[in-house]
């Protein structure tokens, strides 16, 4: 069981994605922006964040960058819907800024599980954390 932080300002997509974790059996905690889940995460120390990008107060993409400002590696998966075309430019940005995963909305909740397992493995934790070097 991991404890997750849902990051996500629409209540029935935040309700959504923790329904689906916490039927996983994970402990799934939640904010309602990134102002809120920067707050959220500092104070709960969670195994893996789940974060929309576009959010009213702090969007997404500056929830990535404040937590990896702090030298964090917990995993991010950034989700977003975004528009047509808009959804794929944030999440690229996402993943330039530190996300581990994106995903777009919207997913199947087997599309969700399988990221958070991946990214929730031992062996992914110790390779996202060791220096490569050429």
Known sequence: MAKVLIIDDDPSARRMICRI??????????????LDGVRRFRAEAPDLVVTDLIMPRQEGIQTIADI?????????IAISGGGAGAAELYLNMAEELGASAVLAKPFRPSDL?????ELLDPAFMVESSSVQTD
């Open 113 to 117: 599980l399988s990221l958070v397992d």
């Open 21 to 34: 974790l916490t039927e996983a059996g994970h402990l799934a905690i939640d904010a309602e922006d990134g």
């Open 68 to 76: 990896r400002a702090s030298g964090d590696e917990t995993p991010i």
